[in-house]
């Protein structure tokens, strides 16, 4: 019998089987590889940060990089830029509004929004929602289906949210229920208790993320929340989980183009809107 510290769980059936079973013992249902073999081994801050979530916090930090910036630059123009960022400095810096998008061709604000928050408060939330929830999907799915989840939900939910309304939108929450989104495709998947057990946990998340977003007192998007959610669960349907018989190749592709279409859009930013600088 293999050590414990040699097993892992399968996530089909919940039996225990050996760390360099490809196939579970129990389920005959294929194995996906050890979330820390997943990881580079030679990645930066290896040993100082869970390896569940590093992407996510390279996601974190990306976004407290640019929140730094647009308050910088809001600070300038004077009022409590801490808690409420000037809108004009978020419009420059990618902030979603539907005639830019719609009749301007200015797409990138489709990726640049997520990317950007509206005060401490908002970014202090969303990252709060985003450390735990990114860890546990990306232990699920990878990461390059994680990346892609997380880029093309907020793009749709954005997407949505300019077809929806013309007012200036931003935040990762859209990204974030398209990981939700995900999940409750992941427990649907799969049967038993385990998949119910996991829909309906997720689905609680979605729906008290929509009803907070009801509440008179914010001024929440949830047509981006909505089309986030959407957009996650039907990429988690099709996705399926790394192993053997995945096209892992497909999806470590697509996450590099989303992550170069992310790069191109700030580029757009710098280029198209030399006040943001």
Not at 14 to 27: D, I, Q
Not at 29 to 35: A, G
Not at 197 to 215: D, H, I, P, S, T
Request: aromatic letters at 14%; proline letters at 4%.
């Amino acid at each position: 019998m293999a050590e414990v510290s040699n097993l892992r769980m399968c996530p089909h059936c919940r039996a225990f089987v050996g760390s360099s079973e490809k196939l579970c013992t129990e389920c005959n249902n294929p194995m996906p590889r050890p979330y820390a073999k997943r990881m580079a081994s030679g990645a930066a801050l290896a040993g100082l940060v869970p390896p569940t979530h590093f992407t996510t916090l390279i996601v974190l930090m990306i976004n407290g990089a640019l929140f730094a910036a647009t308050l910088l630059m809001s600070l300038k123009k004077g009022g409590d830029a801490l808690f409420s960022i000037d809108s004009y400095v978020l419009y420059y810096f990618g902030a979603k509004e539907g005639m830019s998008i719609l009749a301007g061709g200015q797409w990138w604000r489709l990726v640049t929004a997520g990317f950007l928050h509206g005060g401490l408060l908002h970014i202090l939330m969303n990252s709060w929602a985003l450390y735990d929830l990114g860890a546990q999907v990306e232990q699920t799915y990878g990461t390059p289906r994680f990346l892609v989840f997380y880029l093309v939900s907020s793009a749709m939910g954005f997407l949505a949210s300019a077809w929806w309304s013309r007012a200036l939108s931003i935040g990762a929450s859209a990204a974030i229920f398209g990981l939700i989104g995900a999940m409750i495709a992941y427990g649907t998947r799969h049967r038993g208790w385990l998949g119910a057990e996991m829909k309906a946990v997720y689905m609680r998340w979605a729906v008290y993320g929509l009803l907070f977003g009801l509440l008179p007192m914010f001024s929440v998007d949830n047509a981006a929340h909505i089309g986030g959610l959407a957009t996650g669960f039907g990429l988690g349907y099709v996705a399926g989980e790394p192993g053997p018989r995945s096209a892992d190749w497909l999806w470590r592709a697509a996450a590099g183009f989303a992550v170069v279409i992310v790069a191109v859009s700030f580029v757009l930013v710098w280029v198209m809107f030399p006040a943001s600088r």
